[in-house]
């Protein structure tokens, strides 16, 4: 079983950049696809970004060109850099992994870390 930790989530202006990690303990998820998604109360969860185990990555069209996933395969850790920060990118950000390649389906996920809470201000 992985237990994935996000972190590095807070308040910021628009125009800001944030960088989320998730580390990941109880097995390395060298093989794994890992992906970042988000959630708005009253809303569903939401695909934001993937990596598979090659590198091979997929992006939401709303934060191509802003934001950029990566992984460090020998720190368990994936990351989420986020530039050009937006109001309407405020959202919990949940990091998740399965095996397999990418889909960029919820449901499609394993498991799942607690979230970690980005505010976006204008």
């Known amino acids: 079983q992985v237990q994935l930790v996000e972190s590095g989530g807070g308040l910021v202006q628009a125009g800001d950049s944030l960088r989320l990690s998730c580390a990941a303990s109880?097995?390395?998820?060298?093989?794994?696809?890992m992906g970042w998604f988000r959630q708005i109360p009253g809303k569903e969860r939401g695909f934001v970004a993937e990596?598979?185990?090659?590198?091979?990555?997929n992006y939401a069209d709303s934060v191509k060109g802003r934001f950029t996933i990566s992984r460090d395969n020998a720190k368990n850790t994936v990351y989420l850099q986020m530039n050009s920060l937006k109001p309407e990118d405020t959202a919990v950000y949940y990091c998740?992994?399965?095996?397999?390649?990418?889909?960029?389906?919820?449901?499609?996920?394993?498991?799942w870390g607690q979230g970690t809470q980005v505010t976006v201000s204008s």
């Open positions: 998740a992994g399965r095996t397999g390649g990418g889909m960029r389906l919820t449901t499609a996920y394993d498991y």
């Open positions: 990596i598979t185990w090659s590198g091979v990555t």
């Open positions: 109880g097995r390395t998820f060298g093989s794994d696809t």
